[in-house]
């Protein structure tokens, strides 16, 4: 008999697992699809810790059934299904995993700004359908070099990007709701949101999903951008609107969009957009390295372990 119960929605890598097992009972869910909500309430019944995951919408009623619930962790650093609130009001402290994901997010966000701008995707095709020996008709890119990126969202990943932005000598403008002290030393630009739009020739989104940012992108935004931009979120899908980038794309408003997030997520294989030729979309795999997502489970069990033994958790969103 172990001193806790813990459940588990998705899968933790094989070390942190193990740390859990060695004070909690653990019921694991690895299936991909969402847990059933019978199921996850009756596996919450007697539950002393949950380990959620993007697909759990852990609202006021689900952090109000369980009095067993002492913490909720998260391996992620997005936590839009959690109502946070609800949480602090039953004295449930929340945990997820900000600081060991930044590198690897921006990795990916800048990597898709590069193959948006330089066609590897096309390169590919043209290699796999036999074209390289035959046609002069090479697929073209555009230079990163003396562009202007646009950064809506500049926290740690956003400063991470511009770095890397900066050393592909970039200009690079952000928005905010306000200036932020993380884009001083990375040559960053404060600028109003529209001046974001009508200036950037590559826009990176990075920020979080909320009631403001829901939508943030619908047709009105895609019509101020330059003919020629890039548009490219890693974010959360829903702050686009899907229908008006579809058309943005079609109409050629906007030249290319790179989308490592969708709405809806998953994105069927059929969806209109996946048909588009100036579209490009990953599977939400903006901290899918071994290393970062070993180091995510990592933190998300110690959350979970400190909260259970009435400690403070090392990266706590409600401290
Ligand atoms: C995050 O950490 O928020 C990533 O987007 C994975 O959900």
């Avoid at 380990?51 to 059934?65: Q, Y």
């Avoid at 036999?130 to 003396?146: E, K, V």
């Avoid at 050393?167 to 630009?189: E, W």
């Avoid at 790179?258 to 990953?282: M, Q």
């Amino acid at each position: 008999m172990k001193d806790f119960k813990a459940v588990v929605i998705g899968e933790l890598f094989p070390s942190p697992l193990e740390k859990l097992e060695e004070s909690c009972d653990v019921r694991v869910w690895k299936e991909r699809t969402p847990i059933p909500t019978d199921t996850l309430h009756e596996w919450l019944e007697d539950a002393d810790g949950l380990i959620s995951r993007g697909d759990v919408s852990v609202d006021e009623e689900l952090v109000s059934a369980f009095p067993h619930l002492q913490v909720i962790a998260q391996s992620s650093v997005g936590y839009d299904n959690v109502d946070v609130q609800a949480c602090t009001k039953k004295g449930i402290p929340f945990g997820n995993t900000p600081d060991v994901l930044v590198e690897a997010t921006a990795d990916l966000a800048f990597g898709l700004v590069l193959t948006s701008a330089r066609k590897l995707h096309d390169g590919w095709d043209y290699v796999r359908n036999g074209q390289w020996n035959t046609s002069f008709d090479i697929p073209l890119g555009t230079d990163l070099y003396g562009k202007t990126l646009g950064i809506v969202g500049m926290g740690n990943i956003g400063r991470s990007v511009a770095k890397r932005a900066q050393a592909s000598g970039m200009n690079i403008i952000y928005h905010n709701r306000k200036p932020s002290p993380k884009a001083d030393d990375v040559g960053a630009d404060y600028v109003a949101f529209d001046e974001l739009l009508q200036d950037s020739d590559f826009i990176v989104v990075l920020v979080p999903l909320t009631s403001e940012s829901k939508g943030l992108f619908g047709a009105e935004a895609f019509k101020k951008m330059k003919s020629t931009a890039h548009f490219i979120n890693a974010s959360r899908g829903p702050v686009v609107h899907t229908d008006d980038l579809y058309d943005a794309l079609v109409n050629e408003d906007i030249a290319h969009a790179a989308l490592d997030v969708t709405d809806p997520e998953p994105i069927r294989k059929d969806h209109p957009l996946t048909n588009l030729s100036n579209v490009i979309i990953t599977p939400h795999i903006g901290s899918a390295t071994y290393e970062t997502r070993n180091s995510m489970s990592q933190l998300t069990v110690d959350n979970l372990l400190a909260g259970l033994q009435g400690k403070r958790l090392p990266a706590c969103v409600n401290a």
